[in-house]
């Protein structure tokens, strides 16, 4: 129950109303202005996170007995959290340079709080573990270790690429473009997934999922805002934008994330069955029950939601969908 007291939180922060990650994402128009650190503080910190300030998720939304013991379905779920974990640690620490280059206030202060977001949704991911039993102790070393080989082929060419334009050419847009388009327009599909997937098995899973993906709205529409401003006040950055984004899309297809990711849907898949009953006829999407679901089906369904988030944000900011396509990408 709401307190009748407490000022009413914005649609897309309240935790009982904001929209789904592909939604909002797709349909808001939110701004730099409007998400300064005033709302950041008000509509966030005290609106979205209230109650869930601590852990990611209301202290009522347990963790089941059966996710700390071993099996496949905690194995899955330690190796998302344990992955998710360090790449919001990594895009933490990738927003610094955003911080420092911002040319004005309001694009300051926004990635002030992006980066503050970023590193909770690292500390909330991992203390999910601890959740589950792992040792608080070594917590850090054993992510680092089961991450060793993600770390290199997936998260450093992302990082390398990034730093380049961010820091290395000081080109706010390009880096804005290549973290909300490239690096977060991928991401977010991803996230969405895990929210519906986790939700019929452990609720405190559940939202701490949906707490990042109220917090994605923000970045990907924000950013979005910040580029198509940027692009229809200097038109003679288009071509340099389009040279950014296509060399990310050549980023993504250089890098092999889809095993890492069907890895741990097999292990869903395993973990999945053996706890059927407690999934039932839950829908993943309207008209699919999980339980019909296949590990390939889910990672093509998030790739298609990427394709329609990006079609609907690239029209959004006035750019042709085309350039995101590369040649050799087999759309499926
Ligand atoms: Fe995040
Ligand atoms: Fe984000």
Redesign the pocket.
Known sequence: MTDSTQRAVAQEADWETAPRLLDGAKELTLGPEECNLAYWITQVAQGTLRDRGVTGHHESAFVPDFLKQPGPLREALVLEFGFRGLS?EI?TRLLAPYVEVAPGIPQMEFYATQLL??AR?ARVFRNHLVELGMPEATLLRDIDEMAVEYRREVLQPVIDFTLDIVQKQRDFAGGVAVFAIVI?GV?APA?ELSERKWTPLSPATGEISRG?AI??IR?LTVASTILRDHVRQNPEYRPRLREILQAGVELWDSIDDRRFVIHREELFQQGMEQHADRIGDYEIWPGTRLLDTRPDQRYDMAEQWTDEMAEARMAYMGLPVGWLNSPERSVA
């Open positions: 919001e895009a977001d970023e949704h977060e991401l996230a990042t917090d994605e970045h």
